[in-house]
């Protein structure tokens, strides 16, 4: 079965520190990943798909076929960027399977 | 444009009794989707409508959950005969296509008393 692991439930830094919240996936094929952020009483929203190879709000993502991998990566923490954020592989072109979510927490 | 929307935000019921969730997609959207986020299960894939059509459903937990979808827009999730254990925010999401990024609805928080 198709699987995408967030190993942290939880990932405290501080402002202005580097982030990186993991995600390993398994697939049998070409995945095709995503991050999903979830702020405070928002809505689930994308934040970046890795075939666009954007950069949102300064998080990049690369996909690495060799090590299973989507970790998602920013140099430099805001405390706005605290939230719930998942990793999501889409599965034959329709469904999105979620990973357990990361908690992100940025101090002051 | 509009998003995603959903009604009702918040759904109280108890054990036994029937609910319908409701989910308007972005307008021109042909793929719609549910999904459950349930504190012991995480995000649940329950259901793929492309057009007024399901051709996956295989999320659906048991034969209470069923959906519909009428004039390709508009999509209906009936729970019959609640359990405790169908408390969980009800997402729903659509996309222009099959395959193209989706984007969700704020969510229908059910509790099932």
């Known amino acids: 079965a198709q699987r995408v692991t967030q190993p942290e439930k939880l990932l405290s830094v501080f402002k202005g520190a580097p982030v990186e919240l993991k995600c390993n996936y398994s697939y049998s094929g070409s995945p095709e990943l995503f991050w999903y952020v979830q702020y405070s009483r928002q809505r689930l929203q994308l934040l970046l798909r890795h075939i666009s190879r954007e950069s949102i709000k300064g998080f990049t993502a690369d996909l690495n076929k060799g090590e299973t991998s989507f970790h998602l990566k920013k140099p430099f923490a805001q405390e706005e960027d605290s939230a719930m954020y998942y990793c999501?592989?889409?599965?034959?072109?329709?469904?999105?399977?979620f990973g357990a979510g990361t908690i992100l927490r940025v101090k002051s | 444009g509009a998003g995603v929307s959903q009604s009702p935000s918040n759904k109280v019921t108890e054990k036994g009794k029937d609910v319908e969730l409701r989910c308007d997609p972005i307008?021109?959207?042909?793929?719609l989707y549910w999904y459950r986020q349930s504190l012991g299960q995480g995000l649940e894939f329950l259901i793929y409508?492309?057009?007024?059509?399901?051709?996956?459903k295989s999320g659906l937990p048991s034969d209470r959950f069923s959906a519909e979808r009428t004039g390709g827009s508009v999509s209906t999730l009936t729970i019959q005969r609640t359990q405790q254990e169908d408390s969980a925010v009800y997402l729903c999401?659509?996309?222009?296509?099959?395959?193209?990024?989706?984007?969700f609805g704020p969510g229908t928080r059910l509790t099932v008393l």
């Open positions: 999401a659509s996309s222009l296509d099959w395959g193209d990024t989706q984007y």
């Open positions: 999501a592989l889409l599965e034959y072109g329709n469904k999105l399977v």
């Open positions: 409508f492309q057009g007024n059509s399901a051709p996956d």
């Open positions: 307008s021109g959207h042909t793929a």
